[in-house]
């Protein structure tokens, strides 16, 4: 999976950075569609998302065939958002994206089907997170 954000990344002229891809489930909310989330959240609840220089890459994934969507690529710029935050539950986590628009909270796993690198890109955000 991490080999199809990059293709989709640098088709978009946007920088990928190793170990800042992570899957995650979204929760709908007013912040998600104001921020541009509006079709693939209700349409796609599965996304990808990388952490790259310029911000939040949100990749929606297909239900269909669980690849991820070329066409609605969404870049929450670092203009847009305030903070991140990932709050530990008992079998998840719980990320929190705190935009002008209000919050974008996802519900992440902590491991995906599909995408081995999730538990380990998971750790290095922990960690970047954390200092």
């Known amino acids: 999976m991490e080999n199809q ?3 989709v990344l640098e088709s978009k002229n946007i920088q990928f950075r190793s170990h ?3 899957k995650a489930k ?7 569609f104001n921020s541009g989330l509006g079709v693939s959240m209700h349409a796609m609840k599965e996304h990808v998302l ?27 710029g670092n203009e847009i958002f305030d903070s991140i935050a990932l709050q530990q539950k008992r079998f998840h986590y719980k990320l929190l994206i705190r935009t002008i628009h209000g919050d ?6 902590k491991k995906a089907l599909g995408f081995p690198e999730h538990k380990v890109n998971l750790a290095f955000l922990l960690i970047r997170l954390l200092s």
């Open 50 to 76: 990388h952490f790259s220089d310029e911000g939040v890459v949100v990749l929606p994934v297909d239900e269909s065939n669980g690849k991820v969507s070329k066409d609605s690529v969404v870049l929450l």
């Open 20 to 22: 800042s891809t992570i």
């Open 26 to 32: 979204i929760t709908a909310s007013i912040a998600a």
């Open 5 to 7: 954000v990059r293709e």
């Open 104 to 109: 974008i909270s996802y519900k992440v796993p």
